[in-house]
């Protein structure tokens, strides 16, 4: 049963909400201030945050900004419908999806549950393959771990299993929507520029000086093309 944390500032909407949310199955928790959400998102283990964007004192970026210091666990950001400068800019800041508001909420509880179904998957995979490695890159799927020229990377579970993905299958072209299915749990719309905006985090976490391991090919997707004797 899947534990998720709600941090809104409306407080109808937070009941309606969660009260939706028990219904379908989940263990709720609110917080109608940012800095008491940021608290207790630091404090208790949630498998998936909700964090509205537009608060007063402290806005939803600000505490994604500082939950990212510490603390990598699944966040979807509740954004203004339709302001694209919101999705991108919590997108660069390490949130794992985003929904607009108003939402519809089987939308919202499909895009939970696919973030939920990725992290047990990947607990499951990861008894059957323990490491992968493409030159200097070496992921272990035991520990969630990333070394890079035997250095961590930080990666947030999105950026995590984008990079699984495509070191499954160095030197193959993935495309945008196949990351989306596979990672996000649903189909790009139009426009999305969601899985853009992740290859782009990951692609900065793991930059070498003489060269960039995940190429785009326009129009299509991405490949891996770290050379093995790098």
């Known amino acids: 049963m899947a534990k998720l944390l709600l941090i809104d500032d409306d407080i109808e909407l937070t009941e309606l909400l969660s009260e939706y949310l028990i219904k379908q199955g989940f263990v709720v928790e609110v917080c109608n201030s940012s800095k008491e959400g940021l608290k207790h998102a630091k404090t208790n283990p949630f498998d998936v945050i909700l964090l509205d964007v537009m608060m007063p004192l402290m806005d939803g970026f600000d505490v994604l900004k500082a939950l990212r210091t510490t ?18 800019f919590g997108l660069e800041l390490g949130a794992d999806d985003y929904i607009p508001k108003p939402f519809n909420h089987r939308e919202l509880i499909a895009r939970v549950k696919a973030i939920t179904r990725r992290v047990e998957f990947c607990q499951k995979s990861a008894t059957n393959e323990s490491k992968l490695a493409v030159g200097v890159l070496t992921m272990d799927l035991m520990s969630r771990t990333v070394l890079l020229d035997q250095k961590p990377v930080v990666l947030t579970g999105t950026e995590f299993e984008i990079l699984h993905l495509l ?17 996000l749990g649903r189909r790009l719309a139009p426009f999305d520029r969601s899985i853009d905006m992740h290859v782009s985090n990951v692609r900065k976490k793991i930059q070498l000086s003489d060269q960039n391991p995940i190429q785009t090919v326009r129009g299509v997707g991405y490949v891996l093309t770290l050379d093995s004797h790098a």
């Open 71 to 88: 603390h990598l666990t699944p966040v979807i950001m509740l954004t203004a419908k339709g302001d694209d400068f919101d999705r991108i």
């Open 167 to 183: 070191l499954e299958q160095p030197g193959t072209v993935i495309s945008k929507q196949d990351i989306s299915v596979k990672v």
